[in-house]
């Protein structure tokens, strides 16, 4: 037998075989022990992040944070990557992330880190790509978000003071940090990953109901082991109230104002500045305009920022989508709360300050929500999600290209070479195949709950008693007559009215009364009730209850004794929706509401795509058991993003929750339609 020598010992074939195995099993044994830790960077840490002169230093030595926000809760996990090196190859050095609250413990005690809520994995690819990250763990983030990014179920107690240090708001904060904060301090800095600096709440100084909230805040995150550098952000204004003693002031603006500097460097003296969020887009609200801010001007703004040797951060970089029931609610200076599209796109001004830009961008007399917009300011033009430097589908945009030039004046080596676009088909429409209406839909729900007088979403008795957070909540009550139907204003957001199933019209902010035909005997009035987003930034936060919040009348006869199904939409739900025998063929004519089944077959690499339904009118797409979002034919979008990633060869499941109108069919594009566009000069 052949032998051989190691070490000075002689070894038979067998021995060197038996050799080698254990010298394989030390290997994988090493690597998934170290696969979960983060990234060690090349040089050695000695010094984190520090704001003790005129500049950031790091390690000592002078630093210039080029950061840009790309939230990974907006984008599909399989393009993390994608994204992240394409913001590394436009000379970016630091990411910047929120963090949601409400997808992270949808119920109370119930938390999820798994999957496309990895925030570990998130982090060790940024400190794999040699990503710095500024963590933005909230627990309030605003970001366009429902309820700023805070559960739904915190509104189940009645006396809730959010954003303050009500016990119920402070026990809940700080049991979610407990599972959010010791996952999150291995990757600091000091401990050898890429977290340079965390942020102590977001733009509390616009809110500022007390002044304790923002210690309380500071001190949950030093006493799990936060270390690294706090900052906070907030608006000009708010830079009065948002500030906690340890943490460095940031500013958020999207016209530089060179008054507002000066301010920021009188009450820090000696200190760097940083833009934390540059608004390089904004979002669009349901019937209204996408609006764009160009360019040029964003470019010119970056430019000078960088001049007066200040950090920056492009909020956003990315927007990506808000999948889902995710998108957030905009109501301030405006009568009632005005939903936000599915895409996480922008209405931007150009020349104000965000209360200003706010309040005119939401008056009746602006192009935002005007019927008449002037003729000489649209432009037939379709631009990225948020307007943002890489849009939705993470293609380059003209930002892109202008920042990548400038940035890269600030590196002493050429950046990367640009990551190659993904591949986008527009698949042959697909014809609906089967329908099943609402009525019998209700047979997959959790079981109806019985009241006396209505219940709103959040505190009705379902998910193991965490109430409904989104979605549609159907309320059926008996009447006698016909009349006036009068919500009170009890409506949250928009309800559809139907007397034994046939559908009579539309309640919400607007329309408050509703004429109910007379009929004889005992009839069911149903309203289907959605919630089309709670408001995420303003004094409102506290008042966001969903469905029927309070009494309705007929005839000012306050109507008792409903029935309360609740239609969430969960994947539950999908699922077992889909596996239905109950479906009836496209022969026989639908009623809505009603979900339509329709198969789309890939062929080949399945390829990202955007899906449109001209010829249908309000409703929730699902695709492979993912809620793609709202469609509404108020526009602006009307365009869904398909990720090819969710999609696979064969067959592929599409699902259109339908209100009231279809042609039977299900179109795609290669490109996005956000719809008719302004530019606010």
Not at 142 to 161: H, I, T, V, Y
Not at 176 to 197: C, R, T
Not at 330 to 355: H, W
Request: net charge neutral; charged share 20%.
């Amino acid at each position: 037998m052949e032998k051989s020598w190691v070490c000075g010992v002689r070894l038979s074939l067998k021995q060197r075989y038996f050799l080698l195995l254990c010298l394989a099993g030390a290997f994988i044994i090493a690597y998934q022990f170290t696969r979960n830790r983060p990234e060690e960077r090349r040089m050695i840490r000695v010094e984190g992040l520090r704001a003790d002169s005129a500049q950031f230093t790091l390690e000592q030595k002078p630093f210039r944070i080029l950061g840009g926000s790309v939230h990974y809760f907006r984008v599909p996990r399989a393009y993390w990557e994608d994204r992240l090196k394409k913001m590394k190859a436009c000379g970016l050095n630091t990411l910047t992330t929120y963090v949601p609250w409400n997808l992270h413990e949808p119920e109370k005690g119930l938390f999820d880190f798994e999957d496309q809520l990895d925030l570990e994995a998130y982090l060790r690819l940024a400190a794999s790509l040699d990503l710095w990250v500024i963590l933005r763990p909230g627990p309030y983030i605003c970001a366009e978000w429902d309820l700023g990014g805070l559960p739904s179920w915190l509104l189940r107690d009645p006396k809730m003071k959010l954003r303050t240090t009500y016990p119920g708001f402070t026990k809940a904060v700080n049991s979610f940090f407990d599972n959010l904060i010791k996952k999150v301090v291995p990757y600091q800095y000091s401990h050898g990953g890429p977290i340079i600096a965390v942020q102590v709440e977001n733009e509390y100084g616009s809110y500022a109901k007390d002044e304790e909230y923002m210690p309380f805040i500071k001190e949950a995150l030093l006493s799990r082991g936060i270390a690294e550098l706090l900052v906070t952000s907030d608006n000009k204004d708010g830079l009065k109230l948002g500030g906690v003693k340890g943490a460095l002031e940031t500013i958020n603006f999207q016209k530089l104002d060179l008054n507002e500097i000066k301010y920021l460097d009188g009450i820090q003296p000696q200190k760097p500045k940083m833009v934390m969020e540059y608004w390089s887009g904004w979002f669009d609200l349901w019937g209204g305009l996408h609006h764009v801010f160009s360019a040029e001007d964003m470019i010119t703004v970056v430019k000078e920022v960088l001049k007066l040797d200040m950090s920056i951060n492009l909020y956003m970089f990315h927007g990506g989508t808000n999948f889902g029931f995710m998108s957030g609610a905009f109501a301030v200076g405006i009568p009632a709360p005005k939903p936000m599209v599915t895409s996480y796109a922008q209405c931007r001004l150009k020349m104000f300050d965000r209360e200003r830009r706010e309040s005119i961008c939401h008056s009746q007399r602006h192009p935002c929500l005007s019927a008449a917009p002037e003729p000489a300011v649209l432009i037939a033009h379709y631009l990225s999600d948020y307007d943002a430097p890489l849009s939705e589908a993470g293609d380059y945009t003209t930002k892109y290209h202008l920042l990548r030039n400038l940035f890269s004046q600030y590196h002493t080596n050429p950046l990367p070479e640009l990551p190659s676009s993904h591949e986008r088909r527009a698949y042959q429409p697909v014809v609906v195949q089967k329908h099943l209406s609402l009525w019998d839909a209700l047979h997959f729900t959790e079981k109806p709950f019985k009241s006396e007088k209505p219940i709103n979403m959040e505190n009705l008795p379902v998910n193991r008693n965490n109430g409904q957070s989104y979605g549609y909540t159907l309320y059926e009550t008996t009447i006698t007559s016909g009349g006036a139907l009068n919500s009170k204003n009890n409506v949250r957001d928009r309800a559809l009215v139907f007397v034994d199933k046939h559908f009579v019209g539309v309640l919400d902010y607007v329309v408050q009364e509703l004429a109910i035909p007379d009929g004889k005997g005992k009839r069911t009035l149903g309203l289907l009730v959605e919630n089309c987003g709670r408001v995420n930034y303003g004094a409102t936060l506290d008042e966001q209850h969903k469905g029927l919040v309070g009494d309705i009348q007929l005839n000012t006869h306050v109507l008792r004794d409903f029935i309360i199904h609740s239609l969430d939409m969960k994947p539950g739900f999908v699922n077992r929706l889909e596996s239905s025998g109950h479906w009836v063929s496209m022969r026989q004519q639908p009623s809505f509401p009603a979900f339509f089944q329709a198969r789309l077959y890939v062929n080949s690499s399945p390829k990202d795509t955007f899906l449109k339904l001209p010829g249908w009118s309000k409703g929730v797409v699902f695709v492979n058991g993912r809620n793609l979002g709202r469609h509404w034919t108020v526009g602006p979008q009307q365009t869904l993003f398909v990720p090819g990633p969710w999609l696979h060869r064969g067959d592929n499941q599409v699902i259109v929750f339908e209100e009231q109108e279809t042609d039977g069919k299900i179109q795609f594009s290669s490109s996005p339609d956000y719809g008719m566009t302004v530019d606010v000069q």
